[in-house]
C-alpha cells in the first residue's frame, strides 16, 4: 500500500477536529453517531480505535461517556492503544465538546476520508501505471471503481419514516391525479404502454429467441424515451457496432427498408428525401451510444457518470445485451457471473434513478418444445435475472415458425413477469423491415 508523507498528510487531516468529535460523543447527554461517521473518517489510529469503542457500547445501548470508555478500555487492555489515562482525559478536558458545530464537524472528517482514500487510489494507480504487465484498461477501471465507492458515501441519510414517506406519497398521488401526468416512461406502444407501466428505477429485461426483434422493440422504447422524457439516454450496443445502430434508426424514423440502408443499394429519391427530412431530428436527439463489447458493470457506471456530467439527468439506459457484459473477478461459474451483472445493472437503475432496459437471451429448450412461447425457466443462465427485474417481458412471433399462421406480421409481447401490476399478453403490429413496432389498427380505426 503506498503512504502518505507529513507534508502530504497535513493538508487532508485534522486531529483537532477529530477530537472535538470523539470528546462531543463521549460528553454530551443524548447525542447520536451519525450513520456516515465510520472508523475510517478518522486518520489517528488511536482516534480509530477510540470510536470503535464507542460505536460498540452505543450498539449494546449502553452509556458511552468518559468513565464507560475508561471502563471498557481498561478492562480489555486497550488503554495503552488510546494513549492511556491522560491521553483520553486530555480529549476530553482540552478538545472543544460541541452539539452546534458536531455535524458540521463529522461532515468535515467524512470529506477529509474521502480526500485520502482519493488521493490513495491515485497513488496506487500511479504504481499500477509503471507496471506494464498491468492492463491499461484494469487500471483504469479499479481505481474508478474505487473512487465511485468513496463518493457513495455522502453526508446525506437515505432512509425515511414512514409517516414522511407517505405524506410524500399522497403529495406526490394527488399532484399526478390534479394534472393528469402518469409517472412512467413510455415506449410509443399505446396498448403496451397501458399494460405495462415502466418506472424509473425499474429494471425491464426484454427476452426472446433470435430474430424475434428484441433489439428493435427495446431501440424503438428507448428512442421514444429520449424524445419525450426530460434528459438524456444512453445505449450500450455490446453486440452491433455504432453505424449499424445508426442504420436501424435511420430505417425507422425514415420509414426506408432496412436492407436499403445497410446495402446503400436501390435508395431512390423518396427514401433520400425522407432521409434528408430526418436528419435534424437525428441529430438532435439526446442519445449517447457506446458500442464497446466486454462491459463490465463498473465501467458502465464509470461512462454513465461522465455522460451526467456532461448531459445532465440520464433519462433511460439500454443494454443489448446482458450475456455479453464481463463480471468483474473471477466467479466460480458463468451463472455465478451473470447473478452479479444482474444485481449490478438493477443497481445502477437506482443509482440514476432512471428505466434500465437489459435484454436478454434465452436457452435452445424453448426450440424443444411445441409450444415456442417462451417461459421464465427459459431465461439464459441465471435466476437471478428473474429475480432482478421488475419487468421481464418476452417476444414471440408465430410466423418465425409457422409459415402459414394467421397472425403475419404480429408479434406477442408476453409480459411474464411485472413486479407493480398484472402479467398477460400484448399483440403488437412487426414491421420487420423498417425496424419498428407499432400498434396494430384493425379495419375500421382510422
Not at 464507542?54 to 450498539?59: E, K, P, R, T, V
Not at 445497410?262 to 431530428?281: C, G, H, P, V, Y
Not at 450475456?323 to 473477478?329: E, I, P, R
Request: glycine share 4%.
Amino acid at each position: 500500500m503506498i503512504t502518505f508523507d507529513d507534508k502530504q498528510i497535513e493538508k487532508i487531516r485534522s486531529l483537532d477536529i477529530e477530537k472535538a468529535v470523539l470528546a462531543s460523543l463521549m460528553s454530551i447527554d443524548n447525542i447520536e453517531i451519525p450513520a456516515t461517521l465510520t472508523k475510517d473518517c478518522f486518520y489517528a489510529k488511536r482516534h480509530q480505535q477510540l470510536f470503535a469503542i464507542i460505536s460498540h457500547l452505543a450498539s449494546q445501548r449502553v452509556p458511552f461517556d468518559t468513565i464507560s470508555v475508561f471502563d471498557y478500555a481498561e478492562n480489555q487492555g486497550l488503554l495503552d492503544e488510546l494513549g492511556g489515562e491522560e491521553y483520553l482525559g486530555d480529549i476530553v478536558t482540552n478538545s472543544p465538546a460541541t452539539l452546534y458545530n458536531f455535524d458540521t464537524y463529522c461532515n468535515k472528517l467524512l470529506q477529509l476520508a474521502q480526500r485520502r482514500k482519493i488521493y490513495q487510489a491515485y497513488a496506487e494507480a500511479q504504481a499500477k501505471i509503471i507496471n506494464v504487465d498491468n492492463a491499461i484498461d484494469d487500471v483504469f477501471n479499479d481505481t474508478s471503481e474505487t473512487i465511485n465507492k468513496t463518493l457513495e458515501v455522502t453526508a446525506g441519510e437515505s432512509y425515511q419514516k414512514v409517516d414522511d414517506c407517505f405524506r410524500d406519497f399522497i403529495l406526490h398521488l394527488q399532484e399526478c391525479n390534479k394534472t393528469g401526468y402518469i409517472p412512467s416512461r413510455k415506449t410509443g406502444i399505446i396498448t403496451f404502454d397501458n399494460k405495462v407501466q415502466i418506472m424509473d428505477g425499474d429494471m425491464c429485461v426484454i427476452a426472446g429467441r433470435p430474430s424475434m426483434g428484441k433489439t428493435t422493440f427495446a431501440q424503438n422504447a428507448l428512442v421514444n424515451i429520449a424524445e419525450n422524457e426530460e434528459g438524456h439516454a444512453v445505449f450500450f450496443s455490446l453486440e452491433m457496432p455504432k453505424r449499424q445502430v445508426i442504420g436501424r434508426l435511420l430505417s425507422n424514423l425514415a420509414n426506408v427498408e432496412m436492407h436499403k440502408i445497410m446495402t446503400k443499394q436501390d435508395l431512390t429519391e423518396n427514401d433520400w428525401s425522407n432521409i434528408l427530412a430526418q436528419t435534424n431530428r437525428i441529430k438532435n436527439l439526446p442519445l449517447t451510444i457506446d458500442d464497446r463489447a466486454g462491459l463490465t458493470v463498473n465501467q458502465i457506471r464509470t461512462t454513465l457518470n461522465k455522460i451526467r456530467q456532461r448531459e445532465g439527468k440520464i433519462s433511460a439506459i439500454m443494454v443489448d445485451y446482458m450475456q455479453l457484459m464481463q463480471a468483474s473477478g473471477n466467479k466460480a461459474n458463468r451463472n455465478a457471473e451473470i447473478d452479479e451483472i444482474s444485481r449490478g445493472l438493477k443497481a445502477l437503475a437506482k443509482e440514476f434513478n432512471c428505466p434500465m432496459i437489459v435484454l436478454s437471451q434465452l436457452s435452445r429448450n424453448v426450440e424443444s418444445r411445441p409450444n415456442k412461447r417462451p417461459l421464465m425457466s427459459d431465461l439464459r443462465e441465471s435466476g437471478a435475472i428473474e429475480q432482478d427485474a421488475d419487468q421481464v417481458i418476452f417476444i414471440y412471433r408465430d410466423e418465425y415458425y409457422n409459415k402459414d399462421s394467421k397472425e403475419k406480421g404480429i408479434a406477442e409481447l408476453l409480459v411474464r413477469k411485472f413486479r407493480n401490476g398484472e402479467t398477460g399478453t400484448v399483440k403488437v403490429a412487426f414491421k420487420g423491415q423498417f425496424n419498428r413496432f407499432e400498434d396494430i389498427i384493425y379495419d375500421g380505426e382510422n
